[in-house]
């Protein structure tokens, strides 16, 4: 059966629209009409480039894993669903019998289905089949844009939360002010952090993150010619350390460092401000190897701790997040465009603003036949 118009990656900086069978789903899976898409950095890069690492796109695709939409369809043995349920989507299925799946972190499981990740197709579709425990249902306050967006956020969850162990009256301080970055912030805050620090090198990012969650933000210097990164990172931290009245211990020491951002230079200066006993979390993707100072990550006992996607339990806090009113999503979606319109969408998310010269943080695209202003 068709009627499944499909958003499909055919090669580098290649897109069409195709008209794909409507999925079959399993005794424990729901069909979902998709509504709402936010578009991701990897989809953009998978776009630009056709790869992310060793993921390589060898056959078209289906773009697209940060959705919501409403359940159309639901499996014999799916329970606590219905026809007509609201639900925001996590785009990634395991196996749910490797160490890794029993031992409650399903987010490593090598043998993942995640949505637009190669070879598995994406949500950018009419329909989209996925286990009914990974379609949460939403609150009657929260939008279906609010669902699309608990994705990301729930990335936020994941390493502040999850991974950071951020707690109450804590100080946070989060390495780059996009999406992630961003959403990091928010998460810190709802929870209670006494400080959350925005570290960005583009003005006008920071002046939005301390509009929207950070408390403090913070410009890097600027480099010396014929520095080297970690020269620069030492007298980056050393300022950063002036400006803002950051100690080593005690309780104007950094308890949690994130870096949002995958540049070298955050990722060196983040160890040398984090507090003795500390906390540092790689959330980032950037340059595959770096230089870190390793004996101070030893004597200053920093913990250092790697965050992928998200876990048991991220998605449900994520949700009770903004339910509560405790984070503000709307305020993060700065374009929309319509099924119609995904090509120009990936073309602004790309380019980082719209020729009006906006700049982007998230786009959200409509579902086929849904109205861009249809929340």
Known sequence: MSDNPSFVLKAIEQTVYEDRPIPEIAPHEVLVAIKKTGICGSDVHYLTHGRIGDFVVNAPMVLGHESAGIVTKVGAKVKGLKVGDRVALEPGATCRSCDA???????????????????????????????????????????????????????????????????????????????????????????????????????????????????????????????????????????????????????????????????????????????????YVQVGMGMPDVVIPITLLLTKEVKFLGSFRYGPGDYQLAIALVAAGKIDLKSLITHRFSFEEAVTAFQVTKAGKSEDGKGVIKAVISGPGVKVDEL
Do not use: W
Not at 137 to 160: C, F, Q, R, W, Y
Not at 241 to 247: C, D, V, Y
């Open 101 to 279: 799946c029993k031992a409650g972190r399903y987010e490593l499981c090598p043998d993942m289905v995640f949505a637009a990740t190669p070879p598995y197709d994406g949500t950018l579709a009419r329909y989209y089949a996925i286990p009914g425990d990974l379609a949460y249902k939403l609150p009657d306050n929260m939008t279906l844009e609010d669902g699309a967006m608990i994705e990301p956020l729930s990335v936020g969850v994941h390493s502040v939360a999850a991974i950071g162990q951020l707690r109450a009256n804590q100080t946070c301080v989060v390495f780059g002010c996009g999406p992630v970055g961003l959403v990091c912030m928010a998460v810190a805050r709802a929870l209670g952090a006494r400080r959350v620090i925005a570290v960005d090198i583009v003005p006008h990012r920071l002046e939005f993150a301390k509009s929207y969650a950070a408390t403090d933000i913070y410009l890097p210097i600027p480099l010396n010619p014929g520095e080297s990164r970690i020269e620069y990172s030492r007298r980056n931290a050393a300022a950063m350390k002036e400006k803002l009245g950051i100690q080593d211990l005690g309780p104007d020491g950094i308890d949690l460092v994130v870096d949002a951002s995958g540049a070298e230079a955050s990722i060196q200066t983040g160890i040398l401000i984090a507090k003795a006993g500390g906390t």
